[in-house]
């Protein structure tokens, strides 16, 4: 997952990175809106997260502008001012989210993580809705996966971590992103889940030409056997 943040506090910012970083997201940083602005223009980021008190260019036009071009993008503002009417006027300025500084790092992780869930089950293209791996082939909105064109039979979470490693396919994948996407609705799930998780959905692909492999010390891969 990569995500931009637009942020000009550079304790705030480099804490941020950090977080976001061993969380397993690879993440890119600008400390003014218009630097920002042509960042977010230029290329493809799964979310933002977007400091409204920016430098060069405020941080609510840069979403205006970014919003006429991108408007799926999943967009996050951080404002120091908390009024109703700020709080308005960010919604309506095409924000999917906003957060109140100061904050706490597991809410903000909490709402990336909702902003990437919303974004994968509402992509707006039918590349989006269906991935294929090898022989395996995974039907998001409808929830359901098959090899071969036979139904694997998969949880709920055996689905979720599934489209997780086939979102990221050929990549490694770290344990704490894997556990972070997992978590929702007010259910954390833990290192210790996602190897059982990882362990059941192994033995169901057994025979699917796809393997989840273990790579040490990082993570997990999804690869072709």
Do not use: C
């Not at 397993?24 to 230029?42: M, P």
């Amino acid at each position: 997952m990569k995500l931009f943040v637009a942020e000009d506090d550079t304790v705030l910012a480099d804490a941020l990175l950090t977080r976001l970083a061993r969380l397993g997201f690879d993440t890119e940083h600008a400390a003014d809106g218009i630097a920002a602005q042509q960042r977010l223009l230029d290329d493809n980021f799964d979310a933002v997260i977007l400091d409204i008190g920016l430098p060069g260019l405020d941080g609510l036009q840069v979403l205006r502008n970014v919003r006429v071009h991108k408007p799926a993008l999943p967009i996050l503002i951080l404002t120091a001012l908390d009024s109703m009417e700020d709080r308005v006027a960010g919604l309506d300025a095409g924000a999917d989210d906003y957060l109140v500084k100061p904050f706490e790092f597991p809410e903000l992780e909490a709402r990336i993580r909702a902003l990437l869930r919303r974004q994968r089950v509402g992509g707006d293209s039918p590349q989006r809705d269906e991935l294929r791996f090898g022989r395996l082939r995974l039907d998001r909105g409808g929830q359901r996966a098959w090899a071969d064109n036979q139904p694997l039979e998969l949880s709920a979470r055996e689905l979720q971590l599934l489209d997780i490693l086939m979102g990221n396919a050929d990549r490694v994948v770290t344990k704490e992103q894997i556990a972070g996407e997992l978590s929702g609705d007010g259910e954390e799930v833990g290192a210790n889940a996602v190897e059982v998780y990882v362990h059941r959905l192994r033995k169901k692909l057994d025979g699917s030409g796809v393997a989840v492999r273990a790579v040490r010390g990082l993570g997990y891969l999804l690869a072709a056997e």
